[in-house]
């Protein structure tokens, strides 16, 4: 069984600070194991690079550069900072595959609304430039996002550890979004996410550990890795009804697919 990590972020400093031992050798051991691939998602100039840099010593794992709706923020220069991560991709990065991570953010006080509108705005109009896929974070800003999403018909993307309700996720699919499931999904309580699971259809389907953040059941609250998302497959298979294998082998297909990686897959 191999299986695919569409969204972390291991640039983040609970790896310097919670992780015992180093994490990058921890990487190589799951890479020589079953983890096919992982994407490393930017939040800022600074993290972008830092995603590049480490996605570089690891031969499966690819980078994606933007300014997430809380970085936007705390920004000095939110805009230049837009440019300068759209010139990022203009270096001859073959591990860059995505614009993101970019969207809204409803849940912390205070936010700057329309801040979030212009900085997301401004970075679908990047991934338009570049033909490149987005990784769209919605949080309590569902009809914000999905409007957004309706103004770029050309572009494409995921809507990842999605949170919204069964007709939206259906809506993105029918305008060809993938929907990506956290380890949220494999929650006791989550039965709202797990209906939406059941009724996708299975190749609009991805999973992801969102790490170092949201660690599935029964892993909850501790530091989260790729290693853990057996755990988050084991959940859609649940739902699925379908044994993990083969669970597995869409979920992984659909990833390299999405990435635009089919040629680098073994
Ligand atoms: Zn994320």
Not at 51 to 59: D, K, L
Not at 73 to 82: H, L, M, N
Not at 212 to 237: K, M, V
Request: with cysteine.
């Amino acid at each position: 069984m191999r299986y695919f990590d569409t969204h972390a972020h291991y640039f983040d400093s609970r790896f310097d600070t919670e992780w015992q031992g180093s994490i990058e050798e921890h990487l190589d051991g799951l890479f020589q194991g079953e983890l096919a691939g992982v994407v490393n998602v930017g939040t800022s100039l600074a993290s972008s690079k830092a995603a590049i840099a480490q996605a570089m010593r690891h031969e499966n794992m690819y980078a994606a550069a933007g300014l997430h709706p809380g970085d936007a923020g705390d920004a000095t220069a939110p805009f230049e900072e837009i440019k300068a991560i759209e010139a990022l991709f203009a270096e001859p990065r073959h591990k860059l595959v995505a614009v993101g991570e970019i969207g809204l953010d409803y849940h912390f006080l205070p936010f700057d609304k329309d801040l979030q509108a212009e900085c997301f705005h401004r970075q679908m109009e990047m991934a338009e430039r570049l033909a490149l896929p987005v990784l769209i974070h919605d949080r309590e800003a569902h009809e914000d996002c999905l409007s957004m999403v309706r103004r770029f018909p050309k572009v494409c993307g995921v809507f990842h550890s999605y949170s919204g309700s069964t007709p939206m996720a259906e809506e993105l699919v029918s305008r060809g979004y993938m929907i990506s499931f956290s380890g949220t999904v494999s929650f006791k309580n989550a039965r709202r996410v797990k209906e939406v699971a059941a009724a996708l259809p299975k190749h609009a389907v991805m999973i992801e550990t969102d790490c170092p953040y949201l660690a599935p059941h029964p892993h909850r609250g501790e530091i989260n890795h790729s290693g853990l998302l057996p755990c988050t497959l084991a959940a859609i298979s649940e739902v699925w009804q379908m044994d993990m294998e083969e669970c597995a082998s869409i979920l992984l297909e659909n990833s390299w697919r999405f990435y635009g990686l089919d040629g680098r897959k073994e």
